[in-house]
């Protein structure tokens, strides 16, 4: 299957900076890739989606200004957590459709981020 | 909005046994289901895909099913392992946006 490779797989920050997510696909282009987040003991959550060459559409209460989202080139998107706190203490994760032609293939994930800020 | 939800939440089965994870999901008009695999601190692994035309997929000891108009799918694990010990998670697809499940977490004791 296709391949996304998402770095770094653990972080820990202080309070107040901010922290780059990427997330690669290695085999195929991916012009379209999404963000997800998982706080513990809970399910993920579509956090945005990540467009190449346009502006990431955010989903209802996540905030654009302090996650930024830069889909760079047809094989990478960055995700910018912002002036981090605590509470944004969580596991980010990535996936790449390899045919975004719409629904209905595999969706392939990266390795995931475990972001801690302390 | 698509909602999932998974039952039971946690389960815990003798090796050998064979396991029932359900899943259900609001909105059928989906383009597929999947399953996947979680182990703590970890990604995802995914097991099985299942087309809205389809009813089922088999993969080893794995199979699934999916029911979209009663908004259902089952997985099936025969012969419970205690590496088969996991989270495992099911998330429909609207158009690459997956809503997943909260997932049922698995103990298979030896």
């Known amino acids: 299957g296709a391949v996304v490779s998402q770095h770094p797989s653990r972080v820990i920050c202080k309070s107040g900076t901010s922290v780059k997510i990427e997330c690669r696909s290695l085999?195929?282009?991916?012009?379209?890739m999404f963000w997800y987040r998982q706080f513990p003991k809970q399910s993920l959550m579509l956090m945005a989606t990540?467009?190449?060459?346009?502006?990431?559409?955010?989903e209802q209460g996540v905030e654009k200004d302090k996650f930024l989202i830069n889909h760079a080139s047809l094989t990478l998107s960055t995700l910018t957590v912002t002036s981090a706190h605590p509470e944004d203490s969580s596991f980010y994760i990535c996936?790449?459709?390899?045919?975004?032609?719409?629904?209905?293939?595999?969706?392939?994930f990266g390795q995931g981020t475990r972001l801690t800020v302390v | 909005k698509q909602e999932v939800t998974q039952i039971p939440a946690a389960l815990s089965v003798p090796e050998g046994e064979n396991l029932v994870l359900n899943c259900s999901f609001t909105?059928?008009?989906?383009?597929?289901l999947q399953w996947f695999r979680q182990d703590p601190g970890k990604g995802l692994t995914s097991l099985l895909l299942?087309?809205?035309?389809?009813r089922e997929q088999t993969s080893g000891r794995l199979n699934a099913s999916l029911d979209k108009s009663s908004g259902r799918s089952t997985l099936y694990i025969a012969a419970s392992q205690p590496g088969d010990s996991a989270t495992y998670l099911c998330a429909v697809d609207n158009d690459y946006k997956l809503s997943f499940g909260a997932g049922t977490t698995v103990t298979v004791r030896a």
């Open positions: 996936s790449a459709p390899p045919n975004p032609t719409g629904g209905g293939t595999e969706a392939f």
């Open positions: 085999d195929f282009q991916a012009t379209t």
């Open positions: 990540s467009n190449e060459g346009s502006k990431a559409t955010y």
């Open positions: 909105d059928s008009a989906i383009y597929n």
């Open positions: 299942i087309q809205s035309s389809q």
